[in-house]
C-alpha cells in the first residue's frame, strides 16, 4: 500500500509543477501527515493505572503483582523517578570496515610460542631499530606482561589489573582496548525498556553518543535509527512503547567538569511535572571504571543509592551492585570486583578478537538490574547488595560490603560519618517497628505448642562484626579484584607541602612555558 | 614498577612525587595540586633536555588548568613524527588516571579509544592505581604514553598508516611529475 500511496504523490507532484495549486499543496500534505503517522498510532496516555483485567489495559499483569500479594501497592511506581546513565565510549572500529577485519587477524606478536602472553610493549615487538633513531620517548621495556596483578588465593589464578571496563570484565592481558568498553552498552537500554514497560513515572537518560550499525548485535536500537543520538534514539522507541513515562534524554560526556555540573544538576533538579525533585535511584550502565568513578562521585555527593551494573568483555560473566552512600562500599572504597571465569583461562581463545558482546549476557544483567531496582523502589523481596553471574557454570555469587573507613573518597566519608550518627534513630524505628510487627503476632500465635523450645534468637547485631571482618580483604569464592590498591593508606596530607612550593602558579607556568619554547 | 627498562625507571625516579590528592572541582586544594603536577612536569621536562631525549610540549588550555594540549613526538628511522597531544582532566582525578588524547591517529591503530584515546588499560592503570595520589600528568606521560608512542609509531609508520610529512606531499608530486611527462610524450 505504500508504494502504491507514493506513486499517488508523484503523480500528484508532477501535476504540481505544472500549474501551482495552494489547495492540492494542503491536502498533499494532509496525505503525507496521515503516512507518516500509521493508524496503528500509540496509545494516548492512562491517567490511573487500572488492575482491570481487558485486553486493552497495558498495566492489568503489572497490577495482578499487588492482588497475588507481592507488591503491596504497584502504582506507586508512577511516583519514581530513575537516571540511567549509560556512556559507551565504545570502541572506534566499527567506523573503520578495514581494521575491523585487522582486528579479526590474529595479532601474534601479543603471544609467544610458551603460551604466555607478552607485552606488546616490549621492545621486540616491531623490527629493531637503529640506535641513533632512539631520540623518541624511552621505551619502556618490559619482557613478561606483568601488569600488578590481583591473585585469587584459592584458585592461584591471575587476574590481571587491566582497565576496568566493568568489574564484572576478565582480566585480559593484551590491551586490545576494543576488548572493553563494549560490554555493557546494551545493559542500559535494555533496562530503560524493561522499566518503560513497568510503568515507571521518570526517566532520566545519560549518553553521549550516536547509534552506529555496530549497535545491531545489541537489543533495543533498530537500523533505521543509525546516526540519531542514543538518547534521542532511545525516547523515539520509548514514548512509542509507553506514552505514561515522561522522558529526560541528556547526550552528554558526565566525565568532564562542565557535564558533570550538568548531570548534577539534572539529578537534583525538580521533574517537568514538578510532581517530585531529585530521583529515587540511579542506574550506572556504563563500560569504563572512569565513568563509573564519576557516577560515584556525583551520587556520593548527593547521598543518592545507585546501582551498578557491568558485562564483561567476553560477555560470558556480569554483576550488579547497590550502593547506599555511608552504608555500604562505594565504588572507591575498594577496587573493583571481578567474577572469575571459573574455567582455565588457556582455554579461552582471545586472540585478536573484537570484544565479545551477547544479547543474552546483556538480557540477563539487565533483568537481574532493573529486578532489584524494582525490589528496592516496590519494598518487596530482599534487594540483593552484591549479585555476580557466571555463565559458563551458572554460578551467582553474592555478597555484602561495608564502607572502608579510610575511603579515598571524601564525600564517602562524610556519608559515612552521617550514617554512623543516625545510628540511634534508625534503632529506635527498627525497634519501633519490631513492636509493632511483634503485637501484631501476639494477636494470634502461629504455634500453642513448642515441645521443641524452638526459638527465634535476634542476629541483627551479632551478624555485623563477623561482615565488617570480612567486608575489605576476604571475598567469597569465585570474586577477585580487579585493580590493586595503593600501597598503604595515604594520611590525608595536612598543607605541610605549601612551604615546599612557594612559587605562585603564574610563576610556574612561566617556567614550563619558558621550557617549551627553548 | 618490575619490567620496566632501567632508563625510563631512573627518569621516573627523577620526577618528584605529588601529595595533594584533590580534583578539579576542589578549589584551593585543586591550586595546590596544579602547582605540585607543574613543579613535577618542570622537572621531567628539564631531565628530558638535559638527556637530550626532549619529546613532548605541554601546556594547560584554561585557567582552571583542567584541559591540557601540547604536542609529543616520535623519532623512528631518523625521521621525527609528531602529534597532538590533548586531554581533559577528570572529575574523579586523581583516583582516575587522564585519557591522554591523540586525535591524528583516531582510527588508525586499534590499540585506541574513540576519540583517539590510548589504551592505557594494561601498562599504566594499574602502576596509576598503585600509586593515587603521588603521580601526576608528567608520570602520565612518562609511563602512559611515552612507552604507547615506543610500541605504536614504528608499527604505524611500517604499516603505512602513518606518513612522515613530507611523504604526504609526495604523491601529489609524483602525479604531477607524471601529468608533466605525460605532456612532454
Known sequence: MDEEQLRALLRDLDALKQRPDPAAIDRMRERVAGMVTPAAAARSKIKDMSSEVVDSNPYSRLMALQRMGIVDNYERIRDYSIAIVNSVEGWWLSSSPAIIASCRRPPSPLVVASGRRRNPFAASRGPPEPVAARRGPPAAVAPRCRPPAVVDPRRGRLRLGCRAPSPGSLGVCFPDPDLDREGIGGVGSVAAEMLTRCGIGRLLLYDYDTVELANMNRLFFRPDQVGMTKTDAAVQTLSGINPDVTLESYSLNITTVKGFETFLGSLKARSSDGRNTGVDLVLSCVDNYEARMVVNQACNELGQTWMESGVSEDAVSGHIQLLVPGETACFACAPPLVVASGVDERTLKREGVCAASLPTTMGVVAGLLVQNALKYLLKFGQVSPYLGYNSLKDYFPTMEMKPNPQCSNPACVQRQKEYMQSKPARDAAAKAKMEAEASAADECPVHLDNDWNISVVDDSDTVTPSILSTGADSLPEGLVRELPTADSYQEPVAPVTSGAIDDDLEELQRQLDALNSS | ?185
Not at chain 2, 591517529?105 to 586499534?110: I, W
Not at chain 2, 598508516?161 to 609526495?170: G, I, L, N, P, Q
Request: with cysteine; glycine share 8%; hydrophobic share 40%.
Open chain 2, 1 to 185: 614498577m618490575e619490567g620496566w627498562d632501567k632508563g625510563t625507571k631512573s627518569v621516573v625516579g627523577e620526577i618528584p612525587l605529588l601529595s595533594t590528592r584533590a580534583g578539579p572541582r576542589d578549589g584551593e586544594a585543586w591550586r595546590q595540586r596544579l602547582k605540585e603536577e607543574y613543579r613535577a612536569l618542570i622537572a621531567y621536562t628539564s631531565v628530558n633536555k638535559s638527556k637530550d631525549n626532549d619529546w613532548f610540549r605541554i601546556s594547560a588550555a584554561n585557567p582552571e588548568g583542567t584541559r591540557w594540549e601540547g604536542t609529543c613526538w616520535y623519532v623512528h628511522n631518523l625521521r621525527r613524527y609528531e602529534f597532538p597531544l590533548q586531554f581533559d582532566i577528570p572529575v574523579a582525578y586523581p583516583q582516575v588516571a587522564p585519557e591522554i588524547e591523540l586525535p591524528t591517529l583516531d582510527g588508525k591503530t586499534h590499540k585506541m579509544y574513540r576519540g583517539g584515546k590510548i589504551c592505557l588499560t594494561v601498562h599504566f592503570k594499574p602502576l596509576w592505581a598503585k600509586n593515587c595520589p603521588r603521580f601526576g600528568i608528567a608520570h602520565a606521560l612518562c609511563l602512559g604514553l611515552a612507552p604507547w608512542l615506543a610500541a605504536e609509531v614504528p608499527i604505524l609508520v611500517d604499516s603505512g598508516m602513518v606518513k612522515h610529512k613530507d611523504d604526504e606531499a609526495a604523491p601529489a608530486d609524483a602525479a604531477a611529475a607524471a601529468s608533466g611527462s605525460a605532456a612532454a610524450s
